[in-house]
């Protein structure tokens, strides 16, 4: 069992930065590919960033290219999404998740654990 927990979620004006956390509770957490999802009110959920086990590849949804940044922190044993230049369109609720061996990054039901979500709310 991995449990995830964030944090950091909250309000933020357009175009500032906003840091979220997620610690793994799993020691060996290198070994799970790490991602971190949002849900928007009467949308559906998104992929936002993933990083791969070991090697630390990257990955990110279309939205969120070049604003984000998701990085492990391995002596909190977490996993970081940095988000610069906010939208409003950023707004939601953001879950992280932890994948043994997905066949995509990108997609929620390769995702085994799940955390249970903070609140990112972006205003103009």
């Known amino acids: 069992q991995v449990n995830l927990v964030e944090s950091g979620g909250g309000l933020a004006q357009a175009g500032a930065s906003l840091t979220l956390s997620c610690v793994v509770s799993?020691?060996?957490?290198?070994?799970?590919?790490l991602g971190w999802f949002r849900q928007a009110p009467g949308r559906e959920r998104e992929f936002v960033a993933a990083?791969?086990?070991?090697?630390?590849?990257?990955f990110y949804g279309n939205s969120v290219r070049g604003r984000f940044t998701i990085s492990r922190d391995k002596p909190q044993n977490s996993v970081v999404l940095q988000m610069d230049s906010l939208k409003t369109e950023d707004t939601g609720v953001y879950s992280c998740a932890a994948a043994l061996r997905p066949r995509s990054y990108s997609l929620g039901y390769e995702y085994d654990y799940w955390g249970e979500g903070v609140l990112v709310t972006v205003s103009s």
């Open positions: 990083i791969s086990p070991i090697s630390n590849l990257t």
């Open positions: 799993e020691r060996s957490d290198s070994s799970y590919a």
